[in-house]
């Protein structure tokens, strides 16, 4: 259970002390070796990325797996913050394999499972190997353990709570610097960092990316239309001050209207949550006038869409991500 881990609760935290303890620890376990880290752009990845890199320098190796299941233009965006900041970033492009392991899976558990299988044994056993490192950096934090230990979501960077040695599976040993540390934390030791504000206030993004925004089968098709649909969403609610918000892509296709004619369309929902850990959330309670422009732009925006909804259950008992 994630009991065996000692919680940094955001009010114990001590930037400054933690930081320099897990700078410590990582030269500590690497040595003279060499690690890889992969860069999402999230702020759990990107607090992970500095730190390395700090204990590191040259010797860690920071990539951004291209999987084709990010939003829009990611892999630009992510690239160009940290050529800023003086980090390197290699951008490894998975896309074929990351479609390949998804085709035709659409229960949850199994999608969650092919895109981990696919990131670290195909994707990063391929690159450490390359590399020669011995290690992987990751942003594993304690909700990402204690939603997975509970059995609510498999999330794909948790092992060794599970029961499961990476080096044995993998090829590699995982080092979690953040996991002590839940969101709010993690915010605060990324701002310590001088990651700037565009990063560590970021809004939550999955591991599995879009693919934890499509219900059922994942295609390049699918995907497209819900990364459409976030554009519109985030950009729209980026002011609202809400802990998270998304659109997800249903499976059913249901009856609509064009042109005076019936048309079987796609179903968005939208989600949007107040929250400060991502352990409990409640639905943003957004004017209604909002809603509509949102529902507007996306059927006029997005091919195929001829219904848009929003969630209004609290989390429990649904969950921030559909998947």
């Not at 529902?295 to 259950?313: D, R």
């Amino acid at each position: 259970m994630a009991s065996t881990i000692t919680e940094i609760t955001s009010r114990q935290l001590d930037t400054e002390q933690f930081i320099n303890d897990k700078i410590r620890d990582i030269k500590d376990t690497v040595g003279d070796g060499t690690a890889i880290n992969a860069l999402s752009g999230g702020v759990d990845s990107s607090a992970v990325t500095m730190l390395g890199h700090r204990a590191l320098g040259a010797q860690l190796k920071t990539v951004f797996v291209q999987n084709g299941l990010m939003r829009e233009a990611e892999a630009e965006r992510v690239v160009g913050f940290f050529q800023e900041l003086g980090v390197t970033v290699e951008v490894v492009d998975a896309r074929q394999e990351f479609f390949a392991a998804l085709k035709g899976v659409t229960d949850p558990e199994e999608k969650r499972e092919a895109v981990t299988q696919t990131f670290y044994k195909d994707v990063f056993g391929r690159l450490v190997k390359s590399s020669g490192a011995r290690y992987l950096l990751q942003g594993t934090i304690l909700t990402d353990v204690d939603e997975t230990v509970a059995g609510i979501k498999r999330q794909h960077n948790v092992f060794e709570q599970l029961g499961i040695d990476p080096q044995e599976a993998f090829g590699y040993n995982i080092i979690e610097p953040l996991i002590q540390l839940r969101k709010d934390g993690v915010r605060r030791v990324g701002k310590a960092l001088g990651l700037p504000a565009e990063l560590f206030e970021r809004i939550p993004f999955p591991g599995p990316a879009l693919a934890a925004r499509v219900i059922g089968e994942v295609t390049e098709e699918r995907i497209e239309t819900v990364r459409k649909a976030t554009v519109i969403v985030e950009r729209t609610l980026e002011d609202t001050g809400a802990f998270q918000y998304m659109a997800i892509l249903h499976q059913d296709r249901v009856t609509g209207m064009r042109d005076g004619k019936r048309d079987f369309g796609q179903q968005i929902e939208l989600r949007c949550w107040d929250s400060v850990d991502a352990r409990t959330a409640t639905p943003t309670r957004l004017p209604f006038e909002t809603l509509e422009s949102l529902a507007g732009e996306i059927i006029s925006e997005v091919p195929g869409v001829v219904s848009v909804t929003y969630n209004i259950a609290t989390k429990p008992p649904s969950t921030i991500e559909a998947i």
